[in-house]
């Protein structure tokens, strides 16, 4: 009798997970049920009523050091205002932007009129409110500028991938929304729309993605990455330019770092400094990413920005057997650079499932040496899969086994994370799983900055 109570938390504890040498890997089991698309008709999709009424408002970061936005938003019926009104919270004086208006045509679609604006010169960690539609249907918007950039700003970030439309996506969008830690801003890791995955690439699910995420990216900014499913290359219908409604659609602030194309570029946003990198531009040797990143890692002052932190799509570490080393040829350009720049965490999207690896690395190789295997390092970041939005792909459930000794926790579920920067030295981060309540964490680590406190962070460490 004695002995079967001892066994009991034994087996209570692999009812839940399964462990291994290489972390845990989950034991949730997510019901199964096709992702599916939410209908065209949606009250998600719903037009904002009223003539040339504008829809699909979002806004990204403007400039390098959070004092500029970037509003953008779509109007049908005709170009309408480019025109911003903007104020403060504690100012009656309203100023006004005027920016750009774009079209395009895909296939048999033609987009409607993009408008793009950038409001500069704003002051740090303020509320503003902003008007868009001026002299037709004003709708009526806010954000918060980030707080000045310094090395103890607390600040916190949502971090999601993979999103599309479907109703699991909707789910996760909320469950984001709600989650008690309030991200204010949102760290994207790629795929948005996956209107490629319609016949003929159909835009209108670009259209209906933009009216889906407004409810958030209106009010506080998505910093962008480009994933595989906004390239659009499509010779077949005679669609011959990668990227085309992406780049229409979603402006970066890519010149403030001196890139020379949207799809790479850098911000400091509060104590973080955050590098997008491309999956799908090349990044050989003599590139232009692999010049720009070359330039820009030494710029990173870990006395202003502790924070290091990279955004990619495809990931470099990936124990599913999905997309499996998609990311390797990238991985060994620019892992050495990584660990000798300490960086602190890299998340990454593609795979449509959940992963955080341990501090690890994987650049001994010479060729003749033989050493190509991952080893434990304090030097290196935490690598994230965060490509688990909810989007009409589904879920990659197939996982390599056994769970490699780099793989900290992987679980096939849909959800989002935060990243809770408390100051220069600590950092919380947590997974939340959309089955779950909304502050209930499934996975979480607290991050010891690699510049600053470079301690041992693993979840297996006694610290």
């Given at each position: 009798?004695?002995?079967?109570?001892?066994?009991?938390?034994?087996?209570?504890?692999?009812?839940?997970?399964?462990?291994?040498?290489?972390?845990?890997?989950?034991?949730?089991?997510?019901t199964a049920e096709k992702s599916v698309d939410m209908p065209l008709d949606s009250d998600t999709f719903r037009v904002p009523e009223g003539y040339n009424a504008p829809q699909q408002v979002h806004i990204t970061q403007g400039d390098h050091v959070g004092k500029a936005v970037?509003?953008?938003?779509?109007?049908?019926?005709?170009?309408?205002?480019?025109?911003?009104?903007?104020?403060?919270?504690?100012?009656?004086?309203?100023?006004?932007?005027?920016?750009?208006?774009?079209?395009?045509?895909?296939?048999?679609?033609t987009s409607g009129y993009i408008h793009h604006c950038l409001i500069k010169n704003l002051k740090f960690n303020t509320k503003y409110y902003y008007e868009v539609g001026i002299g037709h249907t004003t709708r009526t918007f806010w954000f918060v500028t980030p707080p000045e950039v310094g090395p103890d700003v607390p600040y916190t970030f949502g971090l999601i991938g993979d999103l599309g439309q479907t109703f699991d996506s909707n789910r996760t969008l909320t469950h984001y929304e709600l989650n008690p830690?309030?991200?204010?801003?949102?760290?994207?890791?790629?795929?948005?729309?996956?209107?490629?995955?319609?016949p003929f690439h159909n835009n209108i699910r670009w259209d209906?993605?933009?009216?889906?995420?407004?409810?958030?990216?209106?009010?506080?900014?998505?910093?962008w990455t480009a994933g595989n499913h906004e390239i659009d290359y499509a010779p077949e219908i005679g669609e011959f330019v990668p990227f085309k409604p992406y780049t229409r659609r979603?402006?970066?602030?890519?010149?403030?770092?001196?890139?020379?194309?949207?799809?790479?570029?850098?911000?400091?946003?509060?104590?973080?400094?955050?590098?997008?990198?491309?999956?799908?531009?090349?990044?050989?040797k003599y590139t232009p990413q692999y010049?720009?990143?070359?330039?820009?890692?030494?710029k990173v002052n870990r006395s202003e920005t502790?924070?290091?932190?990279?955004?990619?799509?495809?990931?470099?570490?990936?124990?599913?057997?999905?997309?499996?080393?998609?990311?390797?040829?990238?991985?060994?350009?620019?892992?050495?650079?990584?660990?000798?720049?300490?960086?602190?965490v890299v998340f990454s999207g593609h795979v449509h499932a959940y992963e955080r690896s341990e501090r690890v690395s994987n650049i001994a190789y010479?060729?003749?040496?033989?050493?190509?295997?991952?080893?434990?390092?304090?030097?290196?970041?935490?690598?994230?899969?965060?490509?688990?939005?909810?989007?009409?792909?589904g879920l990659a459930n197939n996982m390599t086994e056994p769970q490699p000794k780099y793989s900290a926790f992987r679980e096939a579920s849909f959800g989002h994370a935060i990243f809770d920067i408390k100051n220069r030295t600590h950092a919380y981060y947590g997974w939340n799983r959309n089955q779950d309540g909304y502050a209930v964490e499934a996975d979480s680590q607290w991050f010891f900055n690699r510049y600053w406190y470079p301690h041992d962070d693993s979840t297996k460490s006694p610290s």
């Open positions: 009798m004695r002995s079967s109570w001892v066994f009991l938390p034994l087996l209570l504890l692999l009812g839940l997970s399964l462990v291994c040498d290489g972390g845990i890997t989950s034991g949730f089991v997510r970037i509003v953008s938003w779509v109007t049908m019926d005709e170009p309408g205002s480019k025109k911003v009104i903007y104020w403060s919270e504690t100012s009656e004086h309203k100023h006004i932007a005027e920016g750009i208006i774009v079209k395009y045509k895909y296939y048999n679609y830690l309030k991200g204010k801003t949102v760290l994207y890791v790629g795929d948005l729309s996956y209107a490629d995955d319609y209906t993605w933009g009216r889906f995420v407004e409810r958030s990216a209106a009010y506080q900014p998505w910093i979603y402006h970066v602030p890519y010149r403030a770092s001196n890139s020379t194309t949207p799809f790479w570029y850098s911000i400091k946003r509060a104590s973080a400094y955050i590098i997008v990198l491309s999956s799908y531009s090349a990044y050989g010049q720009w990143l070359e330039e820009e890692l030494p502790p924070w290091l932190i990279v955004l990619m799509h495809s990931p470099w570490y990936n124990s599913y057997n999905y997309h499996y080393m998609e990311g390797e040829t990238m991985r060994v350009m620019f892992e050495s650079w990584f660990v000798q720049y300490k960086v602190d010479n060729i003749v040496n033989g050493l190509c295997t991952p080893v434990n390092d304090l030097s290196a970041p935490v690598y994230i899969t965060i490509g688990d939005g909810g989007n009409i792909e």
